[in-house]
């Protein structure tokens, strides 16, 4: 099986059947994340417990497959984990975007190191980041008050 049907399989069940697009009961965390450029809009819910641990993360909204796949695939990541693992996985994802990733870290996005290449793309740049970019914000700010909710565009990508 060639690499291209590799990444498309991975792409295709995490896009058409993603086991995190629900609504989760009690968020701690709500942040909303928008690509105005192509119209991709999701809403990350994180449940954040009293010692930092992700407890359980879902989304919803609207998207191109990249940005719904991407998304899906690192909550299945970042779900059991601390929050500074979740913010370190977020580094290594940008680093691999960006072509500065280690091949341990390429290993350690699991399914994610799947969207390595998406930098030669630079359209769909903006779609694979915005739930890293979205779930970053959310914890690197320390948001955790029960109900927060913030709309902004996150996907700034003028350094990539």
């Avoid at 399989?9 to 192509?38: A, V």
């Avoid at 994180?46 to 609207?62: A, H, M, P, R, Y």
């Avoid at 975007?97 to 390429?106: H, R």
């Avoid at 948001?143 to 996907?155: A, R, S």
Wanted: with cysteine.
């Amino acid at each position: 099986m060639s690499l291209n049907s590799i990444y498309g399989e991975i792409l295709n069940e995490h896009n058409l059947r993603p086991s995190n697009k629900k609504e989760i009961k009690d968020p701690t965390i709500t942040l909303e994340g928008k690509n105005p450029t192509c119209g991709d809009d999701i809403i990350l819910q994180l449940k954040v417990n009293d010692e930092g641990i992700i407890e359980d993360g879902g989304f919803s909204g609207s998207g191109c497959a990249i940005s719904q796949a991407s998304v899906d695939m690192m909550l299945d990541l970042v779900i059991g984990e601390p929050k500074e693992r979740a913010i370190e996985l977020a580094g290594k994802f940008m680093g691999m975007i960006k072509g500065t990733a280690s091949e341990e870290d390429i290993e350690d996005l699991d399914e994610a190191g799947v969207l390595k290449d998406i930098s030669h793309m630079p359209a769909r740049v903006k779609c694979a980041v915005l739930g890293w970019h979205t779930m970053e914000e959310m914890l690197m700010k320390g948001i955790e008050t029960e109900g927060v909710h913030m709309d902004h565009d996150t996907c700034t990508t003028e350094n990539m």
